[in-house]
């Protein structure tokens, strides 16, 4: 009796186990790079950031973080919006990333929006990164007026 129900909770616990790794979407492989990427970029790790770079531009995107890293810190990305433009071929993503510069140490936040290409090998690249016109709103204190304003 024993027996039969270890066997029977193998079974399902390796059953369980296979069907982990399914298929994912083109949208929820996008959800995933978008927060990997930010993630990695935030906590300065550029070679991990780097893996969602096309092939053709990742070594100049390497050197320009590195050199980069001397001058500011980023301290959070809130993604914004993120939206199919062609589905399953090109999304633009909105995100505001509150940094500081290391000469000021004062808190700023810019709204960038970013284009990404779904390639060939049915993975998401950051093709496109540019900061948006739109200025970004100041966050107000619990007892009122505004931490920061950039713009």
Known sequence: ???????????????????CGGYM????????????????????QYEVAST??????????????RALDEDFRIHDVDVKEVRQVEAAKIAEVIIEVAYTETSSNVLERVKLMETWTYGEDRNWFLTKQ????????PKSKPGGGAVWEKF
Do not use: N, Q
Not at 130 to 136: F, T
């Open 1 to 19: 009796m024993r027996r039969r129900l270890w066997l029977m909770t193998l079974i399902a616990l390796g059953g369980a186990a296979l069907g």
């Open 52 to 65: 969602f770079i096309p092939d053709d531009k990742k070594k100049a995107y390497l050197e320009t973080r």
């Open 130 to 137: 540019e900061e948006s016109k739109e200025k970004v709103k």
């Open 25 to 44: 979407s083109p949208t929820e492989k996008l959800d995933l790079a978008v927060l990997r990427y930010h993630d990695a970029l935030r906590w300065r």
